[in-house]
């Protein structure tokens, strides 16, 4: 029994040793790892700044001329509940459904695309689409659909 507590007393000797190390050789770096992260404040997408907003700045500019929401979301959730007046514009058939929504989103718009949260990337790709075809007015809702409908902002639809 003594023989494994001592196994034990030098393995976490080792690891306490490696963990001080590892956190000097990061102090001393130039280019150190941040102790927080901090999320980026906008994102480039093809030289285009398309800044990420919280859910209380969106609603700012709800309602608002020249700005339109878009939902990058699957269809049964845009069809359940979105964004009042929200155009749906997902990045599976983007293609296929721009022609049906461009009429909808003048260039000279202002575009606040939102998906499910933070880890999504489907804003980011409907962002990257419209880039190409020359928009570059665009702002991402980081926090997402479920942000907005917690905070009591207007909505679409019916839960099921």
């Known amino acids: 029994m003594k023989e494994y507590l001592w196994i034990l007393v030098r393995a976490v000797l080792i690891l306490v040793c490696a963990s001080i190390i590892g956190l000097g050789v990061n102090l001393i770096?130039?280019?150190?790892?941040?102790?927080k992260y901090t999320p980026p404040k906008e994102l480039d997408v093809r030289g285009?700044?398309?800044?990420?907003?919280?859910?209380?700045?969106?609603?700012?500019?709800?309602?608002?001329?020249?700005?339109?929401?878009?939902?990058?979301?699957?269809?049964?959730?845009?069809a359940e509940r979105h964004?009042?007046?929200?155009?749906?514009?997902t990045p599976e058939e983007k293609e296929e459904q721009f022609?049906?929504?461009?009429?909808?989103?003048?260039?000279?718009?202002?575009?606040?695309?939102?998906?499910?949260?933070?880890?999504?990337?489907?804003?980011?790709?409907?962002?990257?689409?419209l880039a190409q075809l020359g928009?570059?007015?665009?702002m991402i809702m980081s926090a997402g659909f479920h942000a907005w409908e917690e905070a009591g902002y207007p909505v679409e639809g019916k839960r099921k």
Request: contains cysteine; aromatic residues 12%.
């Open 135 to 138: 928009y570059n007015n665009m």
């Open 29 to 35: 770096n130039p280019k150190s790892l941040p102790w």
């Open 99 to 129: 022609s049906a929504v461009q009429p909808l989103l003048p260039e000279e718009a202002r575009l606040i695309l939102y998906c499910y949260g933070p880890e999504c990337e489907m804003a980011e790709q409907v962002a990257d689409f």
């Open 83 to 89: 964004v009042q007046g929200a155009v749906f514009l």
């Open 48 to 78: 285009v700044k398309v800044p990420l907003i919280d859910e209380k700045t969106a609603y700012m500019l709800f309602g608002s001329e020249g700005t339109v929401f878009v939902d990058t979301r699957k269809r049964e959730d845009y």
